[in-house]
């Protein structure tokens, strides 16, 4: 069965705007990435919102873990901002428990060429193909459960709190 | 405990010589690759062999072996051409049964900018990572089992043979 | 004898903080864009100051005609912001006829992989050793005397007034 | 008036096939060349041939000689390998003088990311907007007169024969 894919948001999908030198979003790089990737996993792909993930609210997380409850996949790849990805995880393991769901992102944009996105994306479909139902955040190559990851604020790294 | 990476050559690791036009292996980008994918997992990189595929003899295979064999960690990535890391699978299986091994490559160099390789390198150390004990091939988003695998030579996927 | 570079800074230097996803300056990018282009133009480079040119004041645009008048070439490339840049040219001609001065930028950053910054330098090299006395601003493929342009808000393009 | 372009092929323009390994001509790349410069710059482009320049036949370069003869513009920028640029610069120069032709390419293909081709294009053009009637080399920032230049072999750089 395919591999279902949320998209959100986060520096993973922005973009330069070049007339204001300000950072936006227009529409996603997943289908880039799937291609550069020669990705042959079989994937839905759905956009659910294009937002900062500072600017989540708590009916936008609503939003997702209804989504990831009606879809009939149960292995899905959201991607997300990174600094309340682990807050995202955290709800959605509360309310989901016979899914694999993996959060993941980027810290810098795609469209800026030495991206972390693309290995982000490749480590992240490989663990929600292989890990047991949770909710996982794949950052760095590494997983992390959703109780115990944040995000380091000073390296940018994920890290266990405990 | 880390994740052994053995470079060997391949695509993945090809320069383009700008004097002779001819592609040729220098040092492998391994490295560039784990920081560009702010990577954190633990690794060991040890480089075995840098050449095409096409020509590895029986005996680099058992070098390869004998260093999967030989080295102190169970979960081991293998960079590797892809027309023949079927075949390098098929061997390791016969020798290891008690260590995770993931192959991996890509289609296009590296240094030519739009490169699988990120991805790859991504599911494979996250395959490494997860999957039980075995040889595995990790291309295209999805992982084989070294007894169910080849290069389909039309279009460059991996795909199961039965 | 050789071409004169200076670094004003703007978006053709520009760098993303993946920590803070703000832009941000930290050094120029002028001896990577000079390596990639092969170019074996006899320069001496040297960086006056890293600011938004929306940020530059009087006293900033006297000391680039202070350094313009004082070097001992005669062909002379000035990297600017984009927003200001033909202000900045027209002082220039008011305080100097006997250089040839070409103004230059980008409108993505270089380091974000798709910038317009390389081809930018090339023109303003090639203007630098052809043009006769005068200030110039060079972009978009063209040029433009200082006393005859101005940057479109709407399109980013540099267009003559007149 | 515009500037006439003829692409003749070259290093500038190979694509690598990712089956077969090898390096190829698919189609030419100025036009993203152009668009990622933000050229407006008028042109007129036409492509001549898609060859390596050491395939390049005395008929191939007649042909060459009889599309700049013919065309309208006076303004000309040629795409050519770098291997025998200076002689079909000769043989232009030989036959048309009543025009600026400036010949420009790349030592890395434009599809492998890390190129001078966009730098080189860039130079070309302002060569070919600046120089009075004459063949040039447009290379490594500079430019040649077709009477007085070569590839050095050893350095893949351009230089003065006198």
Known sequence: MAVRIFI???TFDKEYNEITGQLYFKDTHMHDLL??????VP????TLMMIDSLEMTAEDRELIVHQC???DEDKIVITH???TMSDTAKILAQKITDKTIVLT???IPIKFGS?????????????AQTLPHGV????NGRYFHSDNVRKNKQTGMFEEVK
């Open 115 to 127: 991206s972390d996105g693309l290995f982000n994306l490749g480590s992240a479909l490989a663990f």
């Open 81 to 83: 901002g990174t600094d």
């Open 69 to 71: 409850i009606q879809c």
């Open 105 to 107: 992102g980027a810290m």
């Open 35 to 40: 291609e550069m990737g020669r990705s042959h």
């Open 43 to 46: 994937v839905e792909i759905r």
């Open 136 to 139: 996982y955040v794949a950052m």
């Open 8 to 10: 959100t948001g986060g």
